[in-house]
């Protein structure tokens, strides 16, 4: 690999990309995350170590790597310093190679107060949040009511900002005797983070841009997947930012062309966690076997996930949004026992068929999947490391996904270790 490559998930999040990443990262001199924040939770095993970051990149495993957090992220402090001190329990040194854009807004405390409150008032309706508090500070920098990273070294200007706080969030903050609504207590916690964050801080765009002028090569970590984007994803079941791969470029204040290949991480079922359409979920003890193989649950939550069998209507639109060049196929091996497996190769809505998702959620909700039924192969795959070792069904399935979607495969995962791999 000696291009920039952008890894982003094409389902509902959780397709392996921690994997992947860790995986390309070894061929990349700087991985740097763009959007999302503590919502994420991305694994990566090496040996007998286990991994998961949520807002630091996933390169960062690998010595000498530098790591970049990008102005799109939206940082918890709070969350990034029990990250760090994870990664030195670990024996990981990071100095000198993880780095913030001061431009970051922040994550605090109230704002999980208010996902929560808000997850409380949508009653049926709610979205399943990760209660990470994403979604209100999206939406207070969306709204410029945001504090961003540059604010911590400004005492002045971040308790006016914080101050401001309880004029515009009164009805959560107001009264409440939960310490999230303590503003108080939110800016003198921040204090304590200062050194540490005056360390870290730098303008990413920048450092970013320099490095790529010296040769180095950079590789994007996406998170959560593309049916979660705020604009193309499965709304108001979404997450707040874009998790397509635009959100890249703007959320690391880069131009179009840095980006030299798209790979889209498809995981070989589906999950989804939280609330939501699924056109291809299954509630019976298929998807039980999938969840138990497949370990399905949350990296950050420990919630079980919804299982189901793959969806090429869902992919093509993921394919179609992210200009995806070439795929990584992740959890082969979570199908090895299924004798039959079904692939979703396009709805049904009244009668009618589509080969495309319904923008309109009402519609999703109601598109009932067209399977191919095609054989398993009834052995085991773990670990295998050559295309050509597969079983031919194995093979098979695999053309069948990376022919409908016109792309190319570049990785199959056999595993969760990184050398349970198959570089294709
Ligand atoms: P991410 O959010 O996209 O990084 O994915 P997660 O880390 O949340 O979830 C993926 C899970 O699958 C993790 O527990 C990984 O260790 C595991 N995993 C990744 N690739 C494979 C694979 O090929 N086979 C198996 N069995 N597990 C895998
Ligand atoms: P990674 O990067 C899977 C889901 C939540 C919820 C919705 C909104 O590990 O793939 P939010 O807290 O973002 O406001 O929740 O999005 N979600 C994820 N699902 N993987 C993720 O990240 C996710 N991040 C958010 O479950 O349905
Ligand atoms: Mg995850």
Known sequence: MNKNVAVVGCQWGDEGKGKIVDLLASKADVIARSQGGANAGHTIIVGDTKYVLHLIPSGIIHPGKICYIGNGVVIDPFALKEELDFLTEKGIDYSGRLFVSSAANLVLPYHKLIDAVEERNRGTDSIGTTMRGIGPAYVDKVARNGIRVADMFAPDRLRKRLEHQLKIKAEYLTGSDDERADIDRTFDKLQELVPLFKKLICDVSLELTQAMKNGKIVLFEGAQGSMLDVDLGTYPYATSSNTTVGGALTGLGLGPKVIDEVVGVVKAYVTRVGAGPFPTE?????????????????????RPRRCGWLDLVALRHAVRINGVDSIAVTKLDVLDSFSKIKVCIGYTLNGESLSNVPLDLAEL?????????????????????????LPENAQSYLRFIADDLEVQIRI???????QETILV
């Open 412 to 418: 199959v995962s056999t595993g969760a270790k990184r």
């Open 282 to 302: 299954l509630m019976d003890s298929s998807g039980e076997k999938l969840r138990d193989i497949g370990d399905e649950f949350g990296a950050t939550t420990g």
């Open 365 to 389: 909700s109601h598109v009932k999947p067209v399977y191919k039924s095609v054989d398993g192969w009834n052995c085991d795959t773990t670990g295998i490391t050559r295309f050509d070792d």
